[in-house]
């Protein structure tokens, strides 16, 4: 059983380059998240999805978009890339979070902007 | 303000030691605290779930507790051991404007020496 899978691992982006970080999940959960954590703090939503079809903003959206067409795959789109979008990318999955159930994480994506 | 503050910001103890971590949270209403470990370059991995109704809480040589009055959860670890050096998170949800977020704390980093 694979988890949640998140490719690449690694990534150097130059200011002003785009880029998809891909997040698949294999438990048919409903839930799916993209959050980033920087050195120091603690992790931040960037966007999430209830469902395929279904998206909505986090704490820090801007200057990122995903789309959900199928359960399994949540994709973050990073467009124009700044040095602030620094930072360790975790996409993430759940069941029924509203009763507590636990995230399943990815391994994240490092990615750098120069 | 949904706060979670966790302390020390990072511990380094010998090999077989026992230490506590602690989380203090601000979140009303509460309904859950969960403690996740990640191990570095790794996403989180839930450790426990603490409820309203919990004090206490083994999971092996981890124990977590729960004070809801005092909105402090802590994460006590046994005769510690190398593979425990990583960062353990707490994380609370909220819900709020018709939506539901969790909170983390910035971690605390554990570091297990021989």
């Known amino acids: 059983n694979a988890g949640v899978t998140q490719t690449p691992k690694f990534r150097i982006l130059k200011i002003g380059q785009s880029m998809t970080l891909q997040c698949t999940q294999d438990m048919n959960h409903n839930y799916m998240y993209w959050y980033r954590q920087d050195p120091g703090m603690g992790l931040k939503l960037i966007y999430y999805s209830v469902g395929a079809g279904i998206t909505d903003k986090g704490e820090v959206p801007n200057g990122y978009n995903v789309s959900r067409s199928t359960t399994e795959d949540f994709p973050l789109r990073l467009e124009l890339a700044a040095p602030s979008q620094t930072s360790v990318y975790f996409c993430?999955?759940?069941?029924?979070?509203?009763?507590?159930?636990?995230?399943?994480f990815g391994s994240g994506t490092q990615l750098s902007v120069l | 303000k949904n706060q979670v503050e966790q302390s020390p910001q990072s511990l380094i103890i010998l090999e077989g030691k026992n230490c506590t971590l602690q989380c203090n949270y601000t979140v009303s209403p509460f309904s859950n605290l969960r403690w996740y470990k990640q191990d570095t370059g790794r996403g989180p991995v839930s450790l426990t779930i603490m409820t309203f109704s919990e004090n206490t809480k083994s999971n092996g040589r981890y124990t977590a507790t729960l004070d809801a009055d005092t909105k402090q959860s802590s994460l006590h670890i046994t005769a510690s051991q190398l593979s425990d050096s990583a960062s353990y998170i707490c994380v609370t949800p909220y819900s709020g404007a018709g939506s539901y977020q969790l909170t983390f704390g910035k971690g605390t980093k554990l570091s297990v020496i021989p």
């Open positions: 993430a999955s759940s069941n029924m979070p509203r009763v507590g159930e636990k995230l399943f």
